[in-house]
């Protein structure tokens, strides 16, 4: 029997109440991101952009750090996992609104992240 390609990792809902800075982590996974409320920078390895409510992308692994501000608290959900090959060379792809994957994509988050906890649960609430 051939081993899949993919293997699941973890998912979670995270906020942040006010605001935050975290160290720099090595995340060694991909991991799909569907922000729900807020704004704030995400660093990939040495390359910064801004996530808004409603951005949806996949991150690449690299060393990641967050850094939001209280005047905007952030939401966000998340599922990582582990890919056999390199599935993009970016650190970030981002789903545009119209692409038809989008709302799959979210629907699969939030019916991760509902089935693992309570609907209000989160993985952080700094």
């Known amino acids: 029997m051939l081993e899949s390609p993919f293997q699941y990792i973890a998912s979670s ?3 942040f109440h006010q605001e935050l800075h975290l160290r ?3 995340i060694s996974h991909y991991r799909f991101l569907y922000v729900e409320a807020g704004s704030g920078e995400y660093r990939i390895a040495e390359e910064a952009f801004q996530v ?3 951005w949806l992308g996949l991150l690449a692994p690299g060393v990641r750090e967050n850094r939001y501000f209280g005047r905007e608290p952030v939401s966000y959900l998340f599922v ?3 890919a056999a090959t390199r599935l993009t060379e970016q650190p970030a792809v981002p789903f545009p609104g119209q692409d038809p994957q989008r709302s799959a994509l979210i629907g699969l988050l939030k019916t991760i992240q509902a089935e693992q906890a309570d609907a209000g649960g989160c993985l952080l609430a700094a």
């Open 80 to 82: 990582e996992f582990q």
């Open 13 to 15: 809902r995270v906020r």
């Open 24 to 26: 720099p982590r090595r």
């Open 52 to 54: 808004n409510s409603g």
